[in-house]
């Protein structure tokens, strides 16, 4: 009886402490196989990206960590992109990520990279197939510049390495090589590899990897003006799902999914998009903006205004982009029904780590979109 | 005494359209003077986007390296043996692997020379070590190579590195070995490799301390200027910028600079002063400055966080201490040429505060939530792009001798200092442009300004790439025609298509914009100002299409000078006709040329104004001069609102396509019609059906037929300042409806016979005054077969006599008519309320001066 009871206190500590420690990780494996050459299903767990070229979560991002006990972190290690300043068209880590705190003790690190469709085309060179040196080449220095990051920073506990890149029909042959190299020497390593999957990418062959996150956010088209929520707008998901040829369930990889707790404000002259986005903008200031009375999230710019190394100048427009939790519900339910019909375990990421977009949501909305 | 009540309210309206028309001092559009940049002291296409000119006299990175390595070799001999070759310094010191050279090191402390190979042994470099033994000379080379492998691996993107790395330790090691040598031979080669591992390791104190103890002890040549570089570079790091820039001008070391001047957000126009004013890079950055108070453009925008009035002060006094310090005569010249700028845009900026006050207060007292037209119009001039103030006041624009004899002074004394012509062009013009700007506007002035004018086309000649050189020049850089100008873009490739002369023709735009064409209107002389904007606009594009037949000068609705015309009196239009083919003088003569004189774009613009002066006898006048071949290429031709029907009495949107060329004329003809039939009819409802239509016409005309009478408006609504010049169109437009539809109802009262009555209100769609009062006539009755709610017409005193159902309740026609009766009511509504808004306005405002006073 004291044993029994000791056991269930033993549990209870287990699962109520705020740190996810690695026996916990153990418990949640990803993979139900040790095999490495066959996608499994996946497991759940939570998780979210942390997108910042600084590694320092404050306070409150620390005990979002631990309140809504997250169990792996996906980092941004840095960008592979062109060198710009070089008389060569190479390609480079660029906003590589700097550790300022150590990284949560026991909590699974994925290492992130994002490559820029530029750099891609590089990789590619002249011809996209395996022998191509420069993909193998830069397959490898990709990983070992990640590994010298981790072991800088002392980030031990890592399973798995994602590739984020918006790829298209041009760079889907050099992508797909470059993937097969990775997922090899990472295989080879006892580590997998994960890809961001955009909605449009859905409709074409998926790359070799050992799964997806499916983003459900940047949907819409961010420089039309008319786009009244280019993060995350039902309207622009329905056409992807519940369909008869469901693609969840035919799609090659497993999927988790990423939803979008961000928000940002694009920028407009004249109805012509800027190549501005700003974050955390006051759009209060009544002397700068004035709310558009037809449309509730755009706003015209009153008085010249410095923001960062954006000018805003009057007339400007900024189209005010988040998606409330209501939004969010909904294209859930409209996700998550196919990933049901089709049987399919998955994970439910947030983007990003970020108090200010994160405080919008009340903890029972963030624990309602991890929860399914 | 009905036609003296008529004739009451034509003359009350026509005296409401004239009272907006322009006085000589009253608001007109400011001429849009970006990218027009008239300081300029040397020969430069863009040095704005450039941070120096390629051509520059200074060494580049690459040269500078190639000269750092031929002295480094001369002084290898000189400190080795000058029996070496240069060839062999150069394989050894920069070929040879760092793995070799250690190698020579090991065999040579090791006694075993002859194992060095063969190919290196025959190098008279190493023999020479060999033989007399140099350890301190080859631990040297190790160090160096050593050192130069690691930082070449520190600097690959590829490696991630971190202080904690080996690399960093042994970079480290080998600054504490080359420290620790103390001999006077080779002691500035060892000096340099401590330098350069310090500074790769980032220990800028450490490394500044170490040289301030050895500093003394290094001779001056290439090395101890390889090192000043370094130091620099950690002075640079370590907050003291200043002190780091000295060294780089010394060694012309550009790049370091522009690094410092990015990294500190240091001003290089300051710094050159300060510290380089002697500098052959001076002049570029000289210019850039002088470009930053010229291009004020959308694209240049960022080109105001410099010019605050505090920081241009402070350029005023550096450029001064910079003119005093120069000692070469063209630098101390182009010092003081920028003085003058900056003295002149200080005063500029000192107007364009004083009147953003005034703006400012006018904002102040504004109630946004009930004008927030004019709250925006003010904020639009509040943040204008203009370099001066909103021309919209000209006197605002007009400074005194007073306040520009400063900079005028400073161009005197860069006219002193150098001699050349070409410069001097360039000081006279802007002598032009100050004078222009201050000069009192009288006959003199004109004179003066001819004289001036011609000065600058001459220049505009002299520059203008002439036609068989452009052909030449074409043909060896395989250019067409159309590579150089777009149909549609008019040109694309600058060069080619204007040289130099584009410079020397914007200057005379902005002179002729900025500061005659406010002076003549200010002194009422419109037609003059007129004049000067149209040869501002457009002289070149005539000499070019000359030149170029692909260039067609078509008629613009867009830019300044049709904005200038447009805010004019049909009258001053007229004039402006007349002086273009009658010129009086030669200034008329000498404007007329480089204008563009179209007849019929001028012609059918007066015969428009006269239409929105309702004089449609002049209208006719000039409307039917215009030939109608012409009359298809104004700006609204194309447009569906130039077919619609000025005479219908609720929605002119009874025609659809593309626009009538005789439109205007044919609205003319039938008002003038009308106005003949109101005099000579004596049966008092057909008087009263006439003035209607006429009243009618009147009032369409500026509003769903407003192509009749302006040539801006938007699809949505009421113009604003994207869409159209009219900026005032709300406040001024609105009253001036809301006081036709006014007194076009008063004329219902003066029907004699109620059937006519009825059928006219009917027509005008006023129901319910049907219902209430005509509802015995013919008209009545229709309406109670054909319209579903006539019931809703009939005043509540009255239903019960008239209940009953309609007998026809299921034709629609009525209904429609209904609503469209409804959404005009909705809309007069809404234009009434803005009338009393601006009343309410004005009311509020004259009791706050009241009040003060």
Partial sequence: MFYRNLLILLLLLLFSTCQPDSSRIGWNRRFQSESTDTPMQTESHRAIYHWKTTYNPNEQERHFLCKHRIEKLYIRYFDLSIDREGSSRQVIPSAVTTFCQPVPEGMEIVPTVYVTLDALKVIAGNSGNNHNPNIRTYAQKTLSYIDAMSAANNISNIREIQIDCDWTNSTEKAFHNFCSILKKSLHDSGRRLSLTIRLHQLRKTAPPADYGVLMLYNTGGIRNYNTDNSILDPKDIRGYFNQTNNRIANYALPLDIAYPTFEWCVLFNKEQYCEGILYNIDLRDKAHFRRNNSRNNLYKVLQSYTYGATELFPGDELRHEFVAYETLSTCKQLAEQDFLKAKRNYSVILYHLDHTNLSKYTPYEIEALYSH | MKLKHFTAISIFLLLFSQHRQVSACGPFPSPSLYTINIYRIIDTEDTETQWISPDAPLPSAEVRLVMEKTKNILLWKKQISKKISDKDIQKVVYNCSSEQIENIYALLTQGKEEDIPKDLKQNSFIRHLMTTRDVKAIKLLVLAKKSEEIRSALNDTWNYHTRQDQAYAELDSIAKEAMAYRENYLLDRYALQAVRALFATEQYERCIEYWLQIEKRIPSNVIRDMITGYIAGCYAHTGEATRAMKVFFQNGDLESIQFILEKEKLDAFTVFADQAPDSPYAPFIIQRQLNRFGFVDYVFKEAYKYISANATDDKLQHALKAAKAARKPDNKAYWFYAAAAISAELQFQDTKQKHSEVLNKQIDELDFNTDYESGQELYNKLYSSEDLPDLSDPNSAILTQKQLQQAMDYLTEAEKHYNNPVFLDYTHLLRIFFEAMTRTYDSSYEQWLEKEILWIEKKVDENIIPYKSRKQLQLKNNITDYDIIDPFFQYKNHTFFFGQADFWNKAARKILLKAAVPKAMAVGKTTRALQYSNYAENTTLIYQSLNFPLISIKPNYNNNTFKLADHL??????????????????????????????????????????????????????????????????????????????????????????????????????????????????????????????????????????????????????????????????????????????????????????????????????????????????????????????KDYVPSHLRSKNSGKSPNSGIRIAATSTITTIVLRRFRRSMAKKFEDVKNIEKRNAEKVNGRK
């Fill in chain 2, 569 to 790: 009196t049909a009258d001053q239009l007229a004039a402006y006709i007349d002086i273009l083919m009658h010129p009086n003088d030669p200034l008329d003569s000498l404007l007329n040329a480089g204008s563009y004189r179209e007849i019929n774009y001028w012609r059918e613009m007066t015969g428009t104004h006269y239409l929105r002066e309702m004089r449609y006898a002049a209208a006719i006048r000039y409307l039917t001069e215009v030939d109608f071949r012409f009359q298809y290429s104004i700006n609204l031709i194309n447009s569906e609102c130039m077919n619609r029907d000025p005479f219908a009495a609720t929605n002119c949107h009874t025609s659809r396509g593309a626009g009538r060329h005789d439109y205007k004329l044919d609205f003319a003809t039938r008002m003038r019609k009308l106005q003949d039939l109101m005099f000579k009819t004596e049966d008092p409802d057909s008087l009263c059906e006439i003035r209607l239509k006429f009243t009618t016409g009147m009032f369409n005309s500026f509003h769903e037929c407003w192509a009749l009478t302006h040539y801006y408006k938007t699809s949505g609504g009421w113009l604003n300042e994207d869409n159209g010049p009219y900026t005032n169109w709300t406040l001024y437009l609105s009253p001036l409806i809301k006081n036709i539809e006014k007194n076009r109802h008063k004329e219902f009262e003066l029907f004699k016979d109620p059937e006519r009555k009825a059928a006219a209100l009917l027509k005008y769609g006023h129901r319910k005054e049907i219902m209430e009062h005509y509802s015995h006539t013919t008209a009545a009755e229709f309406l109670r077969e054909h319209c579903d709610e006539w």
